[in-house]
């Protein structure tokens, strides 16, 4: 039996190098909710709780996911051998109904611990270990203005950091949107692959009219165009229309894995650790998908570098990964929060070696950026000022 020492667990607000507009909401700051946890031998493990734009995401903000693991999920752990995982997760499962990116957060940092304690990364930890060391990384372009994004398109090509391209759109009109997608895949050339993110925006008769109109300008794929309730209308569209949908939002672990493959209402699945409620259940989505012939994509809640190493443990170790990943999260952040940065090159990410997530903590910058500092922050200027 190994029995919890310590947790703690705070949010840590990070500013983002440009505004990244999508279509629920217009990101200047990531709240990264960080979860620490000790057990009685002194091992620690690090995990990662982060969503998107407060509440307008998904139904967890910072805030609950915070509450659930102090209120609900802390006291259970008091109880749990944390040398089992999964049983432990099975308890948690049992008592706290929902909340899967406060699972996701406490999940991770009990396999950063297991890895730490067996001297193995968290890869070899999932479905008998890794079946890759790096994998493609694409970027979102998402400054809100067509011109701004071809740049910085062309500096991250120069810069041999991406070549594939997720556009969000959803906001505008549907020909206004494809005339955007059409401008930047012109742009980009036989250079890259050039994606949309609808976010869920658009209605059936949006999403038929956007699927025809973006596979004439060539684009690569279509992500959630629609409600992410909605998979009777992701089945139509994906049966009417060659470009393949991407579901991403309607996926909340393996259940949702098994309806939205048996309806045929998506070709491709964004894999999120965090939607999923953790690793081990993100893994099983991606067999489920593997099994129905579903194309497999790492996905990303714009976690900073804890979530986008626990995730790339994962796609490590998935069956396949035909679609590459996002994991760029960390990069749309002003500020980096881990001692040593994950490592980009030759557009692939880099699975960290060492052991559990293979990462440790920049103390200094976690300390000025938790919410909860109590000294103030000198070099902030007040708006107006
Ligand atoms: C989403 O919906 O996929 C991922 C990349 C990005 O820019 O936004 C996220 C969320
Ligand atoms: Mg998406």
């Known amino acids: 039996m190994i029995a919890l020492s310590e947790i703690d667990t705070f949010i840590v607000d990070v500013p983002t190098i440009r505004p990244h507009v999508l279509a629920m909401a217009t990101m200047r700051s990531q709240?990264?909710?960080?979860v620490r946890i000790r057990d009685e031998d002194g091992v620690e493990g690090i995990g990662e709780g982060t969503t998107i734009g407060g509440l307008s995401y998904c139904e967890e903000s910072p805030e609950t996911i915070k509450v659930a693991i102090d209120a609900y999920i802390a006291p259970l752990l008091r109880h749990c051998d944390l040398g089992r995982v999964a049983d432990t997760m099975r308890r948690i499962g049992q008592n706290v109904a929902g909340c899967h990116i406060a699972k996701c957060a406490v999940e991770t940092a009990l396999l950063d611990m297991m890895g730490k304690r067996l001297g193995v990364p968290v890869s070899e930890l999932i479905g008998g270990g890794r079946v890759r060391d790096r994998f493609p990384v694409a970027w979102t372009l998402a400054s809100g203005d067509t011109g701004r994004d071809i740049e910085e398109?062309?500096?991250?090509?120069g810069e041999r950091r991406h070549n594939i391209f997720k556009l969000k759109i959803g906001k505008r009109a549907v020909r206004d949107?494809?005339?955007?997608?059409?401008?930047?895949?012109?742009?980009?050339?036989?250079?890259?692959?050039?994606?949309?993110?609808?976010?869920?925006?658009w209605d059936e008769a949006q999403a038929d009219l956007g699927m025809k109109l973006l596979e004439d300008a060539g684009c690569d794929l279509v992500e959630q165009p629609v409600a992410k309730g909605n998979v009777a209308a992701m089945a139509r569209l994906s049966a009417k229309h060659v470009i393949p949908i991407m579901a991403d939002e309607a996926l909340h672990g393996p259940a949702d894995a098994f309806t939205i493959a048996a309806a045929g209402a998506a070709r491709v699945f964004a894999v999120k650790i965090a939607q999923s409620g953790g690793i081990m259940p993100a893994y099983h989505l991606s067999a489920?998908?593997?099994?129905?012939?579903?194309?497999?994509?790492?996905?990303?809640?714009?976690?900073?570098?804890?979530?986008?190493?626990?995730?790339?443990?994962?796609?490590?170790?998935?069956?396949?990964?035909?679609?590459?990943?996002?994991?760029?999260?960390?990069?749309?952040?002003?500020?980096?929060?881990?001692?040593?940065?994950?490592?980009?090159?030759?557009f692939q990410m880099e699975v960290p070696t060492g052991p559990g997530l293979g990462i440790a903590l920049d103390e200094d910058k976690i300390n000025f950026h938790r919410r909860d500092r109590v000294t103030p922050r000198l070099h902030v200027v007040a708006e107006g000022a």
């Not at 398109?153 to 090509?157: Q, Y």
Request: hydrophobic share 50%.
């Open 31 to 34: 709240s990264i909710v960080i």
């Open 153 to 157: 398109a062309e500096r991250v090509m």
């Open 177 to 201: 949107d494809v005339a955007h997608v059409a401008a930047i895949r012109r742009a980009v050339g036989d250079r890259g692959s050039v994606r949309v993110d609808v976010n869920q925006h």
């Open 288 to 346: 489920i998908a593997d099994a129905a012939g579903v194309g497999l994509y790492g996905g990303t809640m714009l976690e900073a570098g804890v979530g986008t190493a626990a995730t790339a443990h994962l796609c490590a170790s998935m069956p396949s990964l035909a679609w590459g990943t996002e994991l760029f999260g960390p990069l749309l952040l002003t500020e980096e929060i881990l001692a040593e940065p994950l490592r980009y090159a030759d």
